[in-house]
């Protein structure tokens, strides 16, 4: 059974950082990408970034690119959110997905086959 297990969420002032983490296991991946996602409260949840674990290639969504890093550790199939100059607009629950398609797809909802249990961001003015 796939898991994907998320870390590092916390409360941090406007202008800070933050780092999230999200490991996944229960199979050997392949073909796969990794992104995050997140929703604000009264919000739909909306697409954040996503990694194409094999062939490298990351998307962003655009109000956050400039601010946020998408990375991979593949050995350990784990992808990290560098989250800077955070804004109180920034605040939700971050949740990690993985779908066996690109991150492209991901980007637009496509190809999305497990979810995490989501980590709460909250950005202080």
């Known amino acids: 059974q796939v898991q994907l297990a998320e870390s590092g969420g916390g409360s941090e002032q406007a202008g800070g950082s933050l780092t999230l983490s999200c490991a996944a296991s229960g199979r050997t991946f392949s073909s796969y990408s990794m992104g995050w996602f997140r929703q604000a409260p009264g919000k739909e949840r909306e697409f954040v970034a996503a990694f194409h674990m094999d062939v490298g290639k990351t998307y962003y969504a655009t109000s956050i690119e400039g601010r946020f890093t998408i990375s991979r550790d593949g050995a350990k199939n784990t992808v990290y959110l560098q989250m800077n100059s955070l804004k109180p607009e920034d605040t939700a629950v971050y949740y990690c997905?993985?779908?066996?398609?690109?991150?492209?797809?991901?980007?637009?909802?496509?190809?999305?086959?497990?979810w995490g249990q989501g980590t709460q961001v909250t950005v202080s003015s």
């Open positions: 997905a993985l779908g066996f398609g690109t991150a492209k797809a991901m980007a637009i909802w496509a190809d999305i086959d497990y």
